[in-house]
């Protein structure tokens, strides 16, 4: 994950149907019945969140929301990251290249031509947050506390996605473990 990465508010993008295109314009927050039903679809492991529904013929996860298929990456990077602009792709960086995996650390948006460039550019160099030092990452820390303070899931929910303990997340919310995490 890039450093200075940041959680602005959640919001939903309006789906068009038959181009794929989320539109800006058109955004309406999800419900945290729908949030969960999203989660209760993933399983986090180390590295990636895997899609465990439906996938389609390329491989990326969908499922239906609010009477349309949506994309699962595509869902997640609205909800944690920013909204997508008209005709921009949501990838997968180089290091994950799981289509399945809707982690918003491993999701940036572009076009084909960024996609291609930055495969160029990244080689191995983005993902070392994760390995080694510590269990969590800052953006994972941002991300539970994100998760708590807008959807109101529990502690134990939380710390089953990320897997930590109940007592971590605890913690974390309140502001006692990653306290220069803002
Ligand atoms: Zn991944």
Redesign the pocket.
């Known amino acids: 994950m890039a450093p200075g990465f940041t959680l602005p508010n959640v919001r939903y993008l309006n789906h068009t149907g038959a181009k794929g295109i989320f539109v800006e314009e058109h955004m309406d927050r999800p419900t945290t019945a729908e949030v969960a039903r999203f989660f209760d679809k993933v399983r986090v492991t180390k590295?990636?969140?895997?899609w465990e529904a439906s996938l389609n013929g390329k491989r990326y996860g969908h499922f239906w929301h609010r009477g349309q298929n949506i994309k699962a990456h595509r869902f997640s990077y609205a909800l944690f990251v920013r909204p997508i602009k008209p005709g921009k792709q949501i990838l997968?960086?180089r290091?994950?290249?799981?289509p399945s995996?809707?982690?918003p650390?491993?999701l940036y948006m572009g076009t084909h031509t960024d996609n291609m460039r930055d495969k160029k550019i990244w080689g191995d160099i983005v993902f070392g947050e994760r390995v080694g030092v510590s269990k969590l990452s800052e953006s994972d820390v941002r991300i539970i506390r994100k998760i708590y303070r807008d959807n109101k899931f529990n502690h134990k929910y939380i710390g089953e996605l990320f897997n930590v303990d109940r007592t971590t997340v605890g913690r974390i919310v309140r502001g006692e473990y990653w306290r220069r995490v803002h």
């Open positions: 590295h990636c969140w895997l997968h960086r290091e994950c290249g799981n995996c809707v982690n650390h491993h």
